[in-house]
């Protein structure tokens, strides 16, 4: 499918050399090049307080694309790109430089898209400069990423701070899993088969579980992780984007604020946690050392190099109740983790038993129908089914039996890009529908607050569980209480 942008835009990214920018926006922006996505005058400008030129600039985006590219770069491909380079040096903390910024932007009338590659801290000093020199035109946006708080007190600041320079319907929250292609058919499944439209409640669902599982560790992000942990670096943003998704009722149409307004609605209806109902319903992990095939894993501590303690969480899990109309009555098992087997992101959908089981003389307690959504990596649909089990015995003999969808064997002939690569481009198309609004954010927030503010993390520090395993045995055993067992 080839996609017109009629749309011409500068492309702005402070932080130019930043780890986002290497890692995830300058391959995306090669593999939109190459799939001739981007419209010809497009420019890409880095900003950054090096004091380069265009090609001291070009040769760092070459390398870093050497670097974080799975794929060999192509002459012809890396020449557009290069064309559409430029640098310009700034520090973004001193506001008067700035006007270094306009003279570049001036040479053009294209759509502006500013991307805060930087950490949160910067974004009130990079809207401060751009406000000071008049280049927050109406006609601009700005794309900005998590952590986007650690709090509803420290996300409204940012959100306020933004506010005074950009209104809302020019700020892009990106949340990658939103870019996700399984996560948007989520909305394509749901909303388009009328096989599951009308089951999909609590008169016909018993209970849901999402899985969001790495085999990784922190990856180097020491500081970053050990003040974030793994609530506000996965649930807040990805689990609770996934659930939203996979519970809020039909839009009206696919505009982005029907469909964010549906969302809130289900962040809204989260049953909050309390100091009473916390301790059955969250259990919380880091990982210790462990010896996998004969080799070594490091202990959390060991891979974030502190030799006291810590009381960061590497995994959770939760019960988690949607107080509405349609989900009450239905729990739901969310969970994520670091340092786990493999990596695995899944829902499981288990459907109530029919109400009267005539195989009851022959098989008692026959499994669930499941649908398992398989979202990364091995993307897939798999619905799980009872089926006669042929043979000429007198009696009924039933087994579940697999219906199975896998898109690289589905979807053969269609390149599947990454979340960043249809973010970008989503942002350059104006559609706000991925992308978080402002009181998602904050809901969000507001219910994880009611984790921290109901734990004493200091009396309930996470439990140690060996990497290489599913967390601490207290995850299986709080989902075995209620009769179900991890999928
Ligand atoms: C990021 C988190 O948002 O998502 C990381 O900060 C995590 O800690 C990553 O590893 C997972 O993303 P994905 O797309 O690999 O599931």
Redesign the pocket.
């Known amino acids: 499918m080839v996609i017109n942008i009629n749309e011409t835009c500068d492309l702005v990214i402070f932080g130019a050399k930043g780890d986002l920018a290497c890692r995830k926006l300058l391959p995306s922006l090669y593999k939109l090049e190459k799939a001739n996505k981007l419209s010809n005058k497009m420019r890409i400008i880095g900003v950054g307080r090096a004091n380069w030129d265009k090609n001291t600039y070009s040769d760092i985006v070459y390398k870093s694309l050497q670097q974080f590219m799975k794929i060999k770069i192509e002459e012809h491909v890396w020449k557009n790109l290069f064309s559409r380079l430029e640098f310009c040096n700034l520090d973004v903390n001193d506001t008067h430089s700035f006007h270094k910024l306009k003279p570049i932007l001036c040479r053009s009338n294209h759509l502006i898209i500013y991307y805060f590659a930087m950490p949160p801290n910067t974004f009130s000093a990079i809207c401060k400069g751009l406000g000071k020199v008049n280049l927050n035109l109406d006609s601009t946006r700005i794309i900005i990423e998590?952590p986007l708080g650690s709090s509803l007190k420290t996300s409204k600041k940012i959100n306020y701070e933004i506010s005074k320079y950009f209104l809302e319907n020019q700020i892009f929250r990106i949340?990658?899993?939103l870019g996700?292609e399984t996560i948007l058919n989520l909305i394509a499944f749901r909303f388009s088969n009328s096989l599951f439209y009308y089951n999909w409640n609590n008169k016909f669902i018993d209970h849901i579980q999402i899985t969001?599982a790495?085999k990784?560790g922190?990856?180097g992000?020491n500081k970053y992780?050990d003040n974030?942990g793994?609530i506000r670096?996965?649930v807040q943003?990805?689990l609770l984007q996934i659930l939203t998704i996979i519970t809020m009722s039909q839009p009206i149409n696919l505009c982005s604020n029907n469909i964010q307004n549906e969302k809130v609605k289900i962040l809204k209806a989260l049953r909050p946690f309390d100091n009473i109902n916390i301790h059955n319903k969250v259990v919380l992990g880091q990982y210790s050392e462990n010896i996998i095939n004969g080799k070594k894993i490091p202990s959390y501590l060991d891979d974030i190099r502190k030799k006291e303690h810590s009381n960061t969480e590497t995994f959770v899990s939760m019960k988690v109740n949607i107080d509405n109309k349609r989900w009450y009555g239905v729990p739901f098992y969310l969970r994520t983790g670091?340092r786990l087997p493999k990596?695995c992101?899944k829902i499981v959908i288990f459907f109530k038993n029919v109400p009267v089981n005539i195989f009851n003389n022959h098989q008692n307690n026959l499994p669930k129908n499941k649908i398992i959504i398989y979202l990364?990596p091995n993307e897939g649909i798999n619905i799980q089914i009872l089926n006669k089990i042929p043979g000429l015995e007198p009696n009924y003999k039933l087994d579940k039996i697999n219906l199975n969808f896998n898109y690289n064997r589905g979807f053969k002939q269609i390149e599947l890009f990454d979340?960043y690569d249809r973010l970008l481009l989503e942002s350059i198309r104006g559609n706000q529908a991925l992308f978080v609004r402002k009181d998602e954010v904050e809901l969000a927030w507001k219910w994880i607050d009611s984790i921290f503010n109901s734990f004493n993390i200091c009396r309930n520090p996470p439990i140690l569980y060996p990497s290489g395993t599913w967390g601490p045995v207290l995850s299986n055993i709080m989902i075995e209480k209620d009769g179900y067992t991890w999928n």
């Open positions: 998590k949340d990658h899993y996700k969001i790495e990784i922190v990856e992000r992780f974030t793994q670096d996965m943003n990805h670091k990596k992101s990364q979340a």
